[in-house]
């Protein structure tokens, strides 16, 4: 129990901080404007989790197996900050393959970066997940392992009951947003093509703004599946695929 509370507070945590990281860096950086990173309804990216969750355990083999390393220490660290960094990228581009091949959807995109492959991976991006992998194992990880341990032995119950809510809720918002992605998935194969969710929520985010409703600071799912349902409709009727850009070509 305790070890299955602890992989779920890393995946939490990991969601959580990787959410309000893409927050504002999509508003000060990509997007310019406050827009929902994800496609699930909370504040949480399980991409991030599952980036945690490898980073954790990576971090806790390292201290195993560096022991009987022979090696120069300069180069032990370098091994082990590239092993990270590859880690991360692989774990971006199964998610982002699964996605794209599975569904049609794109929920990111990096098209336009230099040596990018299929828009889900690029080198820009893969230096910057290594950085943050060696931030992470370096300066992070002792911390964090330190409090998931002090709250399974200090607060067991309560800890236990909290993880139990949480992981509800997101199991919840994962059932709602899979039932929206279905629908766009279904969309995307039948017109053979690729979904942009950043361009999807501009467009409802456009759409919104022309009615004055600014209930929100950022899209969510509930969003673009008023979008969907009020256009689907007509984009099937055309005659000829829409180029309008939310809407990319396979």
């Known amino acids: 129990m305790r070890i299955f509370a602890n992989i779920v507070t890393l995946f939490v945590i990991g969601s959580l901080f990787g959410w309000i990281l893409e927050v504002f860096f999509r508003r000060f950086f990509s997007q310019k404007r406050w827009m929902n990173p994800g496609f699930l309804q909370g504040p949480y990216l399980p991409i991030y989790g599952f980036g945690v969750l490898g980073m954790y355990g990576l971090s806790e083999i390292f201290k195993i197996i560096t022991a009987s390393w022979t090696i120069p220490n300069w180069i032990s660290i370098i091994i082990q900050i590239l092993v990270i960094g590859i880690s991360l990228i692989v774990i971006e581009f199964i998610a982002g393959l699964i996605f794209i091949k599975g569904m049609g959807l794109k929920l990111w995109d990096y098209s336009d970066r230099w040596g990018n492959t299929m828009g889900i991976i690029c080198p820009l991006f893969d230096v910057l997940w290594t950085a ?119």
Request: positive net charge; hydrophobic residues 40%.
């Open 132 to 250: 943050a992998g060696a931030i992470y194992y370096f300066f992070i990880h002792p911390y964090l392992k330190e409090g998931i341990e002090w709250l399974a032995l200090e607060s067991h119950n309560v800890y236990y009951l909290l993880i139990g809510i949480v992981l509800g809720m997101m199991l919840v918002d994962t059932a709602y947003s899979v039932h929206l992605a279905t629908r766009l998935s279904k969309f995307a194969k039948e017109n053979k093509v690729v979904l942009s969710l950043k361009d999807l929520q501009l467009k409802v985010k456009e759409a919104r703004d022309d009615f004055k409703e600014k209930h929100h600071f950022y899209i969510t799912p509930s969003d673009l599946k008023r979008f969907i349902d009020s256009k689907i409709s007509n984009l099937k009727d055309q005659e000829k695929k829409p180029s309008s850009p939310e809407i990319e070509k396979k």
